[in-house]
DNA sequence: GTTAAATGAATGAATATTCATTCATAATTT
DNA sequence: AAATTATGAATGAATATTCATTCATTTAAC
């Protein structure tokens, strides 16, 4: 493609980015809600949405890339658009906490706002680490011991027989 | 100051940012160590040190924003040097939950590599948020909510009495 | 008065954007 | 159905812009 040709499509460079990114939002989120409506328990839903984000972004490594870079940005004129797409997954993220508090299998007494960008937060890096580290080993593994971690913490709390 | 001043200091722009994360470096992880060695119990230590990390953030919120744009691209010359530094705090970690197992106030059966990144990451969404917030509230104090979340997970389990 | 430090306009390499032109295809005319 | 005309997507050379870096000059220090 020669260099003018883009701008038949797009206004500008960071055109490009917010369309990219709502096209992909669009695309991505059909499939996490799909997924996560796939199961009935909201444990399962978060290992679906969780091990479906990270099968996204593995299969996809330059919009991980590029999420990643314009996501940890402030000061960018872009940058409200794309955190709105950020806005979309944490949504679907509380409805799932919501629906394990109200079948008792979450904890009641949480910080919702803060355990949306918990789950984030670690996916996130996890996918980070993933990047920097060339992209060498299987990103979706990693799903099965991140939901353990989310679930049950890192404290040793003997359970009730 | 003027444009070029500062290249009497220093050899180029990629050598300021490494020289400015060396030198934050040192001052930040002696601190951090230092709040580690003030607790005796993994727990304590965990808190300690995600307060202080929380707090140094919001002290200088400028390197915040620099930290977290840096340690999010790919396909910078720089980045070696300044991941560098996320390992030293990654070790800091390592051995605060390694103190936890061994004296049983952790899990046993964790993925210690994965644990690490599950903190860093969820603390640096945490501090990712506030920055795109505008930090309009107090960082530091979402450090307890983080370490109950860190160590008793989001899951409903219920407790011997 | 000599040395050292600071200045900021100038540079140029990298890259974002424009626009006159080309050309294959479609539509219209004979 | 052959010839003519219109269309608009694609092109890429030309231009605009950004920004890290340099250096001749000025200012300050001793």
Redesign the pocket.
Known sequence: ?????I??YFK???DILVQFFSYKAKQVFDLFREEVFRAEHAVEKLRNLVRRHLDEFQRDRNMAIVYQAETHQNCRSVEPQIREMAKMYLDIVSEIVEQGQADGSMRKDLYLSLVKRFILGAVDETINHWLHSGGKYDLVSMADPLIDLFIRGIGNTPQMQ
Do not use: E, R
Request: charged residues 30%; proline residues 0%.
């Open positions: 493609m020669a260099d003018g040709t701008y038949l500008n460079k960071d």
